[in-house]
């Protein structure tokens, strides 16, 4: 059994717990928490489990790292403290341990991650012995392994769209839809995820991978964008009030430019109530969904639907970057310390999974 650590107890940590301590290959031994309210909980009702665990949470990660554990799924969000989950991360690889994590977008793609990101991962790596694995759903297994698998039935393929079409009312991460998304903020406000070369910040990587494997050269990645306000105030379930005149809708693209055509998109449709925006992409319910179309002979088209947590699609999509991440600890235990991508880690089989009682 391989002695796993869970850092961070929100929408992706809980999944981390439950996949841990539902792979026949892992042992939970820690989980470590920000909140000083979490501290001494049982590990099983913080992941929403019927059951206890026997795994305290602790905010002491020097205790936790000290007793060098052999995997970190590290689930603390990366995306407004990049610093501080790269800072926890190389900690955890200098202590000999296999990280897998969601929280840094620029390693999804480690070939062309900024040094910033990559040099203290690889003198990690050097000093301690351990291995990362960056990646999620979208970024991550929505653009890159599920397409390129796709591609393969394919006889000819003339352009792989990959979209994602969402409702992020379903989204509990409040200061992301709001202030790095902008719903619900000024039209004549942009938003951060909108800037200039953030969208192929956090998915150039895997359009660049997807060229990397389908064996094309980029002439370069351009970006397009959309926005549309809500024509009437919105009241959602889970984040209060939207006015009217405020952002309710945008769409964006990040694409790869081959002989002058963009070929390999990655399209975002996002909503904060479906009254926005109606004549752009829906996904088939309303809620949310994942989309490949490979344009070529033939044209196929393959939507994902996931559910978690009284059928909530956020939280299904959580659970499926956590499926990826932790169904690869134990291949990375037996690889070669290192940094590791999409391409190089194999999506397997659940194997030792099936039938099993659920978590």
């Known amino acids: 059994m391989i002695p796993t650590v869970v850092w961070g107890t929100g929408n992706v940590g809980r999944a981390a717990i439950r996949a841990v301590e539902a792979h026949p290959a892992l042992v939970l031994t820690a989980v470590i928490v920000h909140k000083p309210g979490k501290v001494g909980r049982d590990a099983g009702e913080l992941a929403g489990l019927d059951r206890r665990l026997g795994v305290a949470a602790t905010d002491d990660a020097t205790a936790v790292l000290a007793a060098r554990p052999a995997a970190v799924v590290y689930a603390a969000s990366g995306d407004v403290r990049p610093d501080d989950a790269l800072t926890d991360i190389t900690r955890a690889i200098a202590a000999g341990a296999v990280v897998v994590s969601p929280a840094l977008y620029p390693l999804y793609d480690h070939r062309g991650a900024p040094p910033e990101f990559r040099d203290p ?23 890159d392994v599920l397409p390129l698998l796709l591609s393969g039935l ?12 969402f409702d992020y009312s379903t989204y509990d991460q409040p200061d992301s839809v709001r202030h790095l998304v902008g719903m619900g903020q000024p039209m004549d406000q942009e938003p951060m995820m909108l800037m ?32 549309r306000a809500l024509d009437a105030t919105v009241t959602t379930r889970t984040m209060g009030e939207f006015e009217a005149g405020t952002q309710g809708a945008i769409r964006f693209e990040v694409q790869g430019i081959v002989e002058g055509e963009p070929r390999i998109v990655i399209e975002h449709v996002t909503r904060i109530h479906p009254s926005c925006a109606p004549d752009w992409p829906t996904p088939p319910d309303g809620s949310g969904a994942h989309r490949v179309v490979i344009e070529g002979r033939p044209r196929i088209e393959v939507t994902v639907e996931c559910t978690d947590e009284d059928d909530n699609r956020s939280a299904g999509g959580n659970a499926t970057a956590v499926g990826r991440l932790v169904g690869a600890i134990d291949w990375l235990v037996e690889a070669e310390p290192g940094l590791y991508d999409a391409l190089d880690v194999p999506l397997r089989p659940a194997v030792g999974k099936l039938g099993r009682k659920q978590p």
């Open 121 to 143: 991962v690889l003198a990690a790596v050097a000093e301690g012995g351990g291995s990362l694995f960056a990646s999620g759903v979208d970024p991550g297994w929505g653009n």
């Open 154 to 165: 394919g006889s000819t393929v003339d352009a792989i769209r990959c979209q994602e079409i």
């Open 196 to 227: 200039p070369s953030v969208p192929t910040m956090v998915w150039g990587g895997q359009v660049r991978m997807m060229a990397r494997a389908l064996g094309v050269e980029l002439d370069e990645i351009r970006e397009t964008s959309e926005r």
